[in-house]
């Protein structure tokens, strides 16, 4: 599209699954998330390989059906983590696929508390249908309304999200126009910058991710403070209700230690 010329540098595409993944054919699969992408999709992201190569043009177009893989560096050592993982083929759904690629150490491919572990090139997306559960229809990306692909893009240089943001229109109205449906509502192009802790090209230490565990520690805080006060007040109550017997046990001569010790007892079980 013209329009977005206007806007983007570069646009790239990227589609989610899981698979079964082994280095041995016919030995136990561990399920893993997969990603299948077009083949600037690394470069959008700025990142490079730490070890072989990334997907070609060639590789990427769709229904290319070129059986290779990138596998992150969490992956390869996983797997072993030998120098010789480039060239290994690597068994996913009983497809095989030759590994030309290792992914950086700090790369998390846009999503840092859920990292993929393998990434593919969309030219197998049509391979990978049975971890879609779709149609053979919803898997042709030649279908102008098949929504597969979540994108991620560059802006023009120089050029701002609110400078860019009035340019989206015209977008919008091409992306309508290839619906292949009139009924349908529509289109909106939107542009949300990704954050810090969306794609990274360095490590990130414990503070970047503090926030993210302050609120589940105040959260399991209130609970645990709520389970508290209704078990005190369950204690209380059962107290309540057994003065007759406690004082009948101190008449019949039990001490108060005695007493003590057998509600100690009672209420650590419960």
Known sequence: MQATDTVFASVAGVAKAQAGISL?????????????????????????????????????????????????????????GNDDIVGSTLCMNGMSCTVIGVTRQEFNGGSMLVSPEVWLPLGLFSQMGSAYGRTGGERDLFEPGNHALMLVAQLVPGLSVAAAEPRLTAISQQLTELESSPDLAPREVQITPL???????????????????????FMAGCVLLIASLNLANMLFARGTQRIKEIALRIALGASRWRIVQQLLVEGLLL
């Not at 990142?47 to 560096?73: D, K, Y």
């Not at 414990?206 to 993210?212: P, Y």
């Open 24 to 80: 041995v054919r016919d030995a136990g699969l561990s399920r893993s998330l997969v990603n299948l992408m077009t083949g600037n999709y690394f470069s959008v992201l700025g990142t490079t390989p730490a070890q072989g190569r990334f997907f070609t043009t060639e590789e990427a177009r769709p229904n290319a059906n070129v059986p290779v893989a990138v596998i992150s560096h969490a992956a390869w050592q996983r797997l072993g």
């Open 195 to 217: 954050s810090r802790l969306g794609v990274t090209g360095e490590p990130v230490d414990s503070q970047q991710l503090a926030f993210l565990f302050v609120p589940v520690v």
